[in-house]
């Protein structure tokens, strides 16, 4: 179940034939995704135009909507629904919703004659009956423009493993205790902005969490990432999936029968331990980054890693940012049911470029806000703290934030949601309200329940081969491992973590001045 500000709770569904699609966005009344309140049903084109200049790996793309409708499925979101629809359209005035009925609000008859003079025989034209072009969407605040960014991942995921494993080939080997891995396929959209007003005229340069194709069959795979940046002209239906997982439901779903998903008791157990990300995450303009938290003992206590890269695979290190600060709070939230509010406070701030354009344009500074000037090297760490942070990359110290967060269980897995930053701001001030909706999920570090590996990062980082699933250690990796001083591996679980601190925005700015 996606979260999104506002707070919104929502299920995706898209199913692409050529250059057609259809839609399904469901809303919902609870985080859990099993109350559903009404859907969105889109029908339109979409045509891929070229390489996106501002997101390495991935493929801008234009989009038309031809019809849009709207289903309620419970009587006060029917009337919630006609009473927006009736101070945008007068058509609405005398009509009376009601739950589980479809009803058009968005036609353009145009492009759908087009078809039909083409030989295409849609059955919305003789549903609808309507040839008048109007478009009463805009007071629900609906738009696709998520598809003007798209990419598309294969990767391999681990449905188990034994901690004694036995490598395939091995002597001894019967297959037992093995890992049991099938291909994915993914697609990735582009970002939704966290501010509702500004949705409309928004366009994307991050993404949102990915759809899985619900028509790719379970296999084993031996390529660890591959990565596309469109789609092919073969018919594929994408869907919301767990973090780790399908949800059949939501395959199976139809506008008139929409998926319940189950609920999650949402209860943050303890934070205590080391959470690292599931893949390589995507931030505004064009960043990605791995994330790494440790929370300490003492309840108040916290440290993260994050590691900042150029490319869609993280595999072009950009620069490090190590962190230290307390934390206190822990209240249920009244925006989110299971969530509970955090104040989290940086104290502390290493700094560390990992090529010669960061190093470089760090040099470029010559003030006394950002470490020691000109003195920057690749992998040589710097300690900003006594320069209360570095201007350069939009850093100020000591920060003050209000977050949220959540908790769940997912196969085996403990899964932990902080809060998403804004589009517009990645540093939130202390006195802005705390966020409504969330980042990709981190995972608990744990050797017994790991076996979801993030197959994006390259085998020569060993942060990478640390926290790869036990299940693709190989002995060779498990070597280069045991050789690793302990300044390169400075934790079991070495990934890391960059999104309470850094102005992308800003640093993008100047590196492309650059």
Known sequence: CEIRSGPEFVLRSFKFDGSRFESRLYHYADPDCSKPLYSVVSKGEHHL?????????????????????????????????????????????????????????????????????????????????????????????????????????TRVHHAGHSTNRITEGSAGNTGQGRARRHTVRELLLGDVHTELSERQRHRPT?????????????????????????????????????????????????????????????????LEGEWVSTRCESRQYGQFLTRWLHFLADGQSWEGRYDYYHDALCRQPAFTLRAKGSYAGGQESEAISGSKAYSFKTTRLKVTPRDV??????????????????????????????????VTLGIRLPTLEQDLMRMEAVHRKLLLYVGQRSSDQPVRPYHVPPPSAFQSPLVKCDAQDLDMSINSLPEERAHALAMTSMDSFEEDAVKELAGLSEATMSRSCGVVYVVLLVSVAEFVRRQLAV
């Open 49 to 153: 135009l070229q390489e996106s200049w501002v997101v390495p790996g991935a493929m801008e793309g234009r989009y038309h909507l031809n019809t849009v409708h709207v289903v309620p499925y419970t009587k006060p979101a029917a009337d919630w629904l006609l009473t927006l629809l009736k101070s945008a359209c007068a058509q609405f005035a005398a009509l009376t919703l009601k739950p589980f009925n479809k009803y058009l609000i968005l036609n353009d008859p145009w492009k759908r004659d087009s078809r039909r003079d083409d030989g295409d025989k849609s059955s919305e034209d003789d549903e609808d009956g309507r040839l008048e072009d109007f478009d009463c969407s805009l007071p629900l605040n609906f738009t696709l423009n998520e598809l003007q960014l798209v990419r598309v991942e």
């Open 206 to 270: 991050s993404f949102q969490e990915s759809l899985r194709d619900a028509q790719m069959k379970s296999s084993d795979g031996k390529l660890l990432i591959q990565s596309a940046t469109g789609l092919t002209s073969e018919d594929h239906e994408f869907c919301q999936t767990a973090p780790l997982a399908v949800k059949p439901g939501v395959s199976n779903s139809h506008e008139l029968d929409p998926p319940r998903l189950g609920v999650h008791q949402g209860t943050l157990l303890s």
């Open 357 to 390: 354009p960061t190093a470089e344009n760090l040099n470029r500074y010559e003030g006394s806000e950002c470490g020691r000037a000109g003195q920057w090297k690749v992998d040589k760490e710097q300690d900003v703290t006594n320069t209360a942070g570095c």
